[in-house]
């Protein structure tokens, strides 16, 4: 995997060995970065982070602030190479927790512009539930936007969270991104 733009183009992101986690393509973040367009300055938070590819993506485009949320703990160790490696140590905070019991230590951090969110397809509405029930207890900034990767052939059309709605629905190839805004 590498970085597809930004300050940080074409250095390379480790992902954790093994089949837990499932980066999200490059083609996918490319695109969706495309769809989401100007990044810079917002604070975001990368939900289910895996190799933090997301939100590194995120930080090269010139966020100003990220937080990575993940609990493996080899992804963990992932992540915080990857930021140290590519110099974003200081932009970035990395929380080992499950979604579901990361609530007080993110709201320290918080509002967030973006939320950055790409869950295990496996258990995909029980880690939708997760996120609905963190983002009902956790700032999100007014018009904030949030971005759910999920399998193109699973619409989560049905996904309901208190505040949001959803506005786009993006799909390439297995993968489908919906996007949904916050007020």
Same mark, same amino acid.
């Given at each position: 995997?590498?970085?597809?733009?930004?300050?940080?183009?074409?250095?390379?992101?480790?992902?954790?060995?093994?089949?837990?986690?499932?980066?999200?393509?490059?083609?996918?973040?490319? +695109?969706?970065? #495309?769809?989401?367009? %100007?990044?810079?300055?917002?604070?975001?938070?990368? =939900?289910?982070?895996?190799?933090?590819?997301?939100?590194?993506? +995120?930080?090269?485009?010139?966020?100003?602030?990220?937080?990575?949320? #993940? *609990?493996?703990?080899?992804? @963990?160790?992932?992540?915080?190479?990857?930021?140290?490696? =590519?110099?974003?140590?200081?932009?970035?905070?990395?929380?080992?927790?499950? @979604?579901? *019991?990361?609530?007080?230590?993110?709201?320290?951090?918080?509002?967030?512009?973006?939320?950055? $969110? %790409?869950?295990?397809? /496996?258990?995909?509405?029980?880690?939708?539930?997760?996120? +609905?029930? &963190?983002?009902?207890?956790?700032? &999100?900034?007014?018009?904030? !936007?949030? /971005? @759910?990767?999920?399998?193109?052939?699973?619409?989560?059309?049905?996904?309901? $969270?208190?505040?949001?709605?959803?506005?786009?629905?993006? !799909?390439?190839? %297995? *993968?489908?991104?919906?996007?949904?805004?916050?007020?």
């Amino acid at each position: 995997m590498r970085v597809i733009a930004g300050g940080l183009r074409g250095r390379s992101i480790r992902a954790p060995r093994g089949s837990a986690t499932r980066p999200t393509t490059d083609r996918v973040r490319e +695109a969706l970065f #495309e769809v989401l367009g %100007d990044v810079s300055q917002v604070r975001l938070v990368d =939900l289910y982070a895996g190799s933090g590819a997301l939100g590194i993506e +995120a930080l090269s485009r010139g966020a100003r602030a990220a937080c990575f949320v #993940e *609990s493996s703990n080899p992804a @963990v160790g992932c992540i915080r190479a990857n930021l140290d490696r =590519l110099g974003l140590a200081d932009r970035a905070v990395v929380i080992r927790a499950r @979604v579901e *019991s990361a609530h007080a230590r993110l709201r320290r951090h918080g509002p967030f512009d973006l939320v950055l $969110c %790409d869950p295990p397809w /496996v258990n995909l509405e029980q880690a939708l539930r997760a996120v +609905a029930r &963190l983002l009902q207890t956790n700032r &999100l900034a007014d018009g904030s !936007t949030v /971005v @759910v990767v999920h399998p193109s052939r699973q619409p989560i059309d049905c996904w309901s $969270c208190p505040g949001l709605t959803q506005v786009d629905r993006r !799909t390439w190839g %297995d *993968s489908a991104v919906s996007l949904f805004r916050a007020g």
